[in-house]
């Protein structure tokens, strides 16, 4: 499986951040297209297997192979960018500055967002074959989750904004832990199954994750889910956002890189201890 130490992948992990950030804006919008349209075909294809078996837990154990085919590919999504590329200017990586991690966020977001809507509008076209009829079950099931992620948080007001923030907390925690996982080993299967179990799991516990609701709501309001581009703004895409910088950023990558990178001097054996009652 030929293992890295995690201060070995933690260094990968600065060092990917600084190569996003000096990347061109044709190679990164790129990149982040593809990453948007294939994670949208992934949630698809899930909610399109939960649907069919009746089964939520099947379709969250498949939809990881979406993630694992844009991070085989080096496609970028605006979680892991999040999560990496702040270190290489913590790591005061040459020319690394915040208007230019800023900057990547920011094409990421825009390409993510494109390929996302491009893979909506297809589905939605094949779904209804070309506008003309009902979308079937996958469509109204779509709606309603549209609904109830956006009306749904809406009733709860300031709580249930602060609900759908602390969910995209959690999600990126764990994408971000799968694509640190994926770091971890440099056989392809290692990578697949180091990233499989977080991914699965943010997904069957319905975080939030900004990427996947590019496409779902865009998505959602086609099929006819009775919500507004404002109601997903404010209700959903920017908590999650927010979370999702948060969880990745907070909860993965400063934590790595302050406990593998910026070590502290060992304890020496002998050294007084403080006794704590």
Known sequence: MAYLEPSEFVTKMVDAGESKVYMSTKDTLIRAFMAGAILGLA????I???????????GAVLFPVGFIMLYLMKFDLLTGVFTLVPLALLDKRPGVTTSQVLRNWGL??????????TTATMMAFILTYGF???GGAIAAKVATIGESRTLGYQEHGLGGWFTIFIRGMLCNWMVSMGVVGAMISTSAGSKMAAMWMPVMLFFFMGFEHSIVNMFLFPFSMIMGGEFTVMDYLVWNEIP????????GLCLVGLPLYYTHVRTSPD???????NNVL
């Open 240 to 247: 999650t956002v927010l979370g999702n910088l948060f969880g």
């Open 48 to 58: 399109t297997v939960a649907v069919k078996t009746g089964s939520p837990l099947v």
């Open 108 to 117: 990421v977001f825009v390409g993510n967002f494109a390929g996302a809507l």
């Open 267 to 273: 304890r020496k054996i002998g050294a007084p201890v």
């Open 43 to 46: 949630a698809v294809f899930a």
């Open 132 to 134: 003309n009829t009902e």
